[in-house]
């Protein structure tokens, strides 16, 4: 493998193309044709463009030849699986599987389609979302809308013969819908859509935290409920390792009775963490608003959580932290605090398509000022 970094001419081109997609992104692309829309129908014009585009094989060439950095550095073992580097799509953004061709040719080591769930799921009522520009945030209130986890997963399954280098891990979630009942339910629902998830993607990721649905979080309430979940999980035999996507709002002696219980089953990392739900400190936003926010205001918080949780469990548990990350010295807090992986979303939006170069050529400069050879060598050294 030739890597851009040392080839001078493609770094220069690289160089040039991220700075030449900042500025257009800046300047024209946002004012003009994301932020002049309402964020729900920029959200469906971008899916759309995704779904147009990775049909475009010159295009794709363009888009990796251009935006795709590669460095030796970045590379990293997690959980048994190679990544070209730890940066990675956060679950809520690509719910259907419409965008790994493009995310894979701009580079990013990973993604995690989703949440998906059992059965199709039509969401909140809209605006699902609302820009908080002024606290680099979205207010995010989607309710888990997606295809249903049949069609997503198989979706998944196609896309990772599509895919040259990135790694696709599937999120799954409970349905919300009006068919939802007990806890009991709940579990089958989950064990639906992990059976169909069964050797049919890098990583599966279970999300016992969405904020934004009917019958709430039950399964982060009670550590005795979250055993019942997993015990029943640990049924369904799967060969990728499975990541649990923790919340953000429990205080560290909860957060710990649920690490706990994971820690006796068939789980080998975590996702930390979810959206922040308090909004302390924030008094711009309107109280008809629903929905957790994303991005800035999750990133303290969730990064001392990470710390915390790298303390304890660093030997038990591989972390992936999401929340936050705008610049290559956030991601690389995250990663000095303990995660193996760096999840973002909101960064797309607010600083464009280019964040992954961004990122990923920073996060390579930071490792080597401070002379680590490898991402894994920083992992915690915070912590």
Known sequence: MTYVCENSLHDAVNKAATDLFTFSYKHVVKPHFVFNKTPDVAHDQMIEFCKATRNIPPLMWALRSMLNYTDPILETDVMGIHFDNPFGLSAGLDKDCDMPVLLDNAGFGFETVGSTTSRPCLGNPRPWFHRL??????????????????????????????????????????????????????????????????????????NISCPNTAVGEPFTDSPEALDKLFTALDKIERPQPTLVKMPLNKTWDEFRELIDVLADHNVQGLTIANLQKDRTGMPDIPRDWLGGLSGSPCYALGNEIIRRAYREYGQRFAIAGVGGVFTPEQAYAKIRAGSSLVMFISALMYRGPQTITVLKRGLADLLTRDGFAQVSDAVGVDA
Do not use: F, W
Not at 177 to 201: F, V
């Open 133 to 206: 520009p002024e606290y680099d945030s979205m207010m995010v209130h989607v309710g888990l809308a997606n295809d249903g986890s049949n069609e997503v997963i198989s979706r998944v399954d196609q896309a990772r013969g599509h895919v040259k280098d990135m790694k696709l891990s599937v999120s799954i979630a409970r349905s919300n819908d009006q068919l939802c009942g007990d806890l009991e339910e709940g579990i089958e629902d989950y064990c639906i859509s992990m059976k169909r998830a069964t050797g049919r993607s890098a990583m599966v990721e279970v």
